[in-house]
């Protein structure tokens, strides 16, 4: 079916799909308050929250390390 390109949703459970490799695990971190004003500006300014400018910001950091 799928190399027929049928529509193979009637046959999953969505609700049980994961992404390998993706898994979420939640920490906390402490931020002083100038870095973190620093933080919202910049998410403000480019559209996204705070947690998504933190997240994109570390993942271009350890890409660039490699």
């Known amino acids: ?3 027929a390109a049928e529509d193979l949703s ?3 459970d969505l609700a049980k799909a994961t992404r390998p490799g993706r898994e ?3 920490v906390n971190v402490d931020f ?3 870095l973190l004003r620093a933080i919202d500006r910049e ?3 480019i559209g ?3 947690q998504a400018f933190i997240k994109l910001r ?3 950091t350890l890409a660039n390390l490699r």
Request: proline fraction near 5%.
């Open 48 to 50: 996204v929250t705070r």
């Open 43 to 45: 998410a403000k300014r």
């Open 24 to 26: 979420v695990q939640r």
């Open 58 to 60: 570390l993942a271009d």
């Open 32 to 34: 002083p308050v100038d």
């Open 10 to 12: 009637a046959h999953l």
């Open 1 to 3: 079916m799928h190399d």
